[in-house]
């Protein structure tokens, strides 16, 4: 609200008194905030937390600082997220899954509501400078595209500058990049050296250096979110050969050197035990010798890409501390869940084939180790790492069990806490940040925020914990859900169900198990026959607490809920789609999908010069799977690049004539989609330059899910990556284009999504192990 003017008005300025409202300010002393996100690291996968992986510059700012040991989060992205700036549990603010799974429910609509007003908006109503670097992750999927709206986007909530990139993962070598509110190209390209996670951290120092250089007093709030460790798991290929043969002990000892190093450091309790390794994770000393490569592998470039990403949060440090800025700069660090199990049993050279149900054997992965982890690649290592990388806990993202949601919290504030290197078991939540940073700065939550009453803060603060290491937990409740999996804490006693999802809302199965985790922490010992009583108590109180927060209906569904028809979109469907060309990045959400399509055509309108013309016309998903149509050598071509595995060219049988020309491509289906093998609907594919057929070629293998799980649709050039190996990006058009056309008035067979790996996990591991070979 405005402030009321208080100078006087005469009739000239001699008789006038000027006067100007108070600027904003912060208490005296407030700290600088800074959030430093870390993606999909399990609590066994940081140096202070115990792991082998090398992350100085982490371990230095727990060694200066707090490790709290018993921090959970909601063992998914989105939601945590929402929890981490909100300070209100996740289904309170419609985050009860991922953006991508919204569904009509308050508390699963992905809509943050202004009744829940982010850190960064109230920072700012005092002072602050705000910042967002990196992942977003926190807009309906209906607001991905640069039609917008952008009021769910960081700049409409709270944030001053952003870059980073909106969805829930990006290419680490070829981002697709958003400035505040637009596309923008990656300044350099690989070969000149470019990662994502060096692009974050030189954004985020330059956006505090342009404050320090115009007001050095000026308090900041920087919410620096970095890709890493998510997959693709993309690194340079010096980080990862430091591990070169680091992880030939394989993951069960892995796990057991964790435990080992935990207990010295303090990190868990001495009675500590590792959790059961699940039966469909094989013991590494069963293995054959191919699959131990090839699974050690995948582990070396991890760790190298959380060394690179530790690295360059000692670059931010660096420059916080030479600023003379790290001292009162209260620093938080976590990570939004566990470790990934999104690789599937074997994990994959490409997460693309994986989302398509192509799960290719660690025989046929063997040639390409030594550029894994190189653009060309998209991987996400195998199940059995993502349950070392947890440990000693049980499971892992995507879990109610503490492999899901127990996660590493550091707290660095050296004017603010006297303990360094302190260990700090108190219970708390993500949604337990927020309350913790405005009693640090002195700020109270307002009643109202620009006029709209705000929901009540549902965490509570940490600070208490700060400097009394033997103080009890203020926290006394908390719940879990997603995706019907289910979990409630109440004063060290947990409750918890596996529900198995897409199994027709029927939770009524589902078995509860107790676990006294103060006493147990890996929850190892289920206590729910020896004390029905307790558990029947936690299982009313999770109802209890479902009701209060939002959570219900609980509903299961994963693959139907994806399907882009499920929810509100940035434009309704139609039979024609125009694109110009500038068109750049078209989000897949807010784009056609060809995908599952038995008919369809593309036609091009361009005027060609004399001397012809060559470049992209429009195409749609990346180097690991997609489709273009573009001219070359005078000549008409359609590629088809089925998820790198093979790459089907239609070219013309006559050059492409000068002037005014409409140009072509007509896909017509020849039969059924095989969606668990894997394949799309087969068809015929034509060219055709002014009407006249001019090329014809069986496309035998189509993809039944996605073309790209992070580019869309480019006009006029190939923006990102190159979807055929025929050119290179962008190869922007050099003739005269005007529009192109997609009509899809066809029959459209709706696509199927997939599951993560889990829904048809067995009969999947089934292929697999019937193809593998020694």
Not at 274 to 297: C, E, N
Request: charged fraction near 20%; glycine fraction near 8%.
């Amino acid at each position: 609200m405005a402030q009321q003017f208080k100078g006087k008005i005469g009739q000239t300025f001699k008789d006038s008194k000027a006067w100007w409202p108070d600027p904003p300010k912060p208490p005296e002393g407030a700290p600088n905030v800074v959030y430093i996100v870390i993606d999909d690291t399990g609590y066994g996968q940081l140096g202070c937390y115990g792991s082998p992986i090398e992350t100085p510059n982490l371990d230095q700012l727990a060694n200066n600082g707090l490790s709290y040991t018993d921090f959970h989060t909601t063992a998914i992205c989105s939601p945590t997220r929402a929890c981490l700036l909100t300070g209100r549990n996740h289904h309170s603010v419609g985050y009860g899954f991922l953006s991508e799974f919204s569904s009509g429910y308050p508390g699963y609509n992905a809509t943050i509501p202004k009744s829940a007003a982010m850190l960064p908006a109230l920072l700012k109503d005092h002072g602050y400078s705000t910042y967002c670097v990196g992942k977003w992750h926190l807009s309906p999927v209906s607001e991905f595209s640069q039609r917008g709206p952008f009021d769910h986007w960081p700049l409409g909530m709270g944030f001053e500058r952003f870059y980073g990139f909106v969805g829930g993962e990006t290419n680490q070598f070829y981002p697709d990049l958003v400035y505040d509110n637009h596309l923008v190209d990656p300044p350099k390209t690989p070969e000149e050296g470019y990662h994502l996670t060096e692009d974050l951290t030189d954004k985020a120092i330059e956006f505090i250096r342009d404050t320090l250089n115009v007001d050095p007093d000026a308090p900041f709030c920087m919410y620096l979110s970095y890709g890493a460790n998510h997959a693709p798991h993309h690194t340079h290929k010096e980080w990862r050969e430091k591990y070169k043969g680091a992880f030939d002990m394989g993951w069960d000892n892995y796990r057991e050197q964790v435990l080992e190093n935990q207990k010295k450091m303090g990190i868990v309790p001495e009675n500590t035990e590792l959790s059961p390794r699940p039966d469909f994770i094989p013991a590494w000393d069963s293995l054959t010798d191919v699959q131990k490569k090839v699974y050690a592998a995948f582990m070396e470039n991890f760790a190298g890409f959380a060394s690179h990403l530790d690295f360059n949060i000692g670059r931010f440090i660096d420059f916080l501390s030479e600023a003379g800025q790290l001292d009162n700069t209260l620093i938080v660090v976590v990570s939004d869940n566990g470790a990934s199990a999104e690789g599937g049993p074997d994990g994959t050279i490409s997460e693309d084939l994986f989302w398509n149900y192509i799960f290719q054997t660690p025989s046929e992965m063997l040639p390409k180790l030594d550029v894994l982890g190189d653009p060309e690649t998209f991987p996400h290592y195998p199940i059995g790492w993502a349950h070392a990388g947890d440990s000693p806990l049980k499971r892992w993202k995507r879990e109610s069990f503490n492999g899901g949601n127990t996660d590493a919290f550091i707290v660095h504030w050296p004017k603010g806490i006297q303990a360094k290197g302190g260990i700090r078991r108190q219970y708390h939540h993500s949604i337990d940040v927020v309350p913790t940073i405005l009693e640090a700065v002195g700020i109270e939550m307002p009643e109202q925020h620009h006029g709209v009453p705000q929901q009540p803060i549902e965490g509570i603060s940490m600070l208490y914990s700060f400097d009394a290491a033997e103080a009890p937990t203020r926290k006394e409740t908390q719940y879990y859900e997603i995706l019907g999996t289910r979990a409630i804490w109440h004063k060290g006693w947990k409750a918890v169900t596996e529900h198995k999802m897409d199994s027709g809302g029927n939770f009524d199965d589902d078995r509860w198990e107790l676990y006294h985790v103060d006493e147990d922490f890996s929850e190892c010992h289920d206590l729910a026959e020896e004390h029905p009583e307790k558990l029947q108590e936690l299982i009313d109180l999770w109802w209890a607490e479902a009701e209060t927060y939002n959570v219900l209906p609980l509903d299961d569904r994963f693959a139907a809920r994806i399907v882009q028809e499920f929810r509100p979109q940035a434009s309704p469907p139609r039979d024609k789609y125009v694109y110009y060309p500038g068109t750049s990045s078209v989000n897949t959400f807010a784009t056609v999908s060809l995908v599952n399509r038995p008919n369809y055509t593309i036609t091009a309108h361009a005027e060609i010069p004399e001397s012809g013309a060559e470049g992209v016309l429009i195409a749609q998903g990346s180097s690991y799977g997609g489709w273009s149509l573009f001219m070359q050598n005078k000549h008409l071509v359609y590629a088809f690049n089925y998820l790198q595995l093979k790459e089907y060219i239609i070219e013309s049988d006559i050059e492409v004539p000068p002037g005014d020309v409409t140009l072509g491509f007509e896909f017509q289906g020849s039969g059924e989609p095989d969606v668990m093998s894997g394949k799309g609907v087969p068809g015929i594919g034509r060219l055709f330059i002014n009407s006249q057929q001019v090329g014809e070629t069986e496309i035998a293998d189509n993809v039944v899910v996605l073309y790209s799980s992070t580019e869309g649709i480019d006009c006029g050039r190939d923006a990102i990556t190159a979807v055929s190996k025929r050119y290179k990006a962008p190869y922007a058009f050099t003739g005269d284009l005007k529009k192109v056309t997609i009509d899809v008035s066809g029959e459209h067979i709706p696509r199927r999504s997939s599951d993560s790996g889990y829904s048809e996990y067995h009969e999947a591991r089934a292929r697999m192990d019937a193809g593998r070979a020694s």
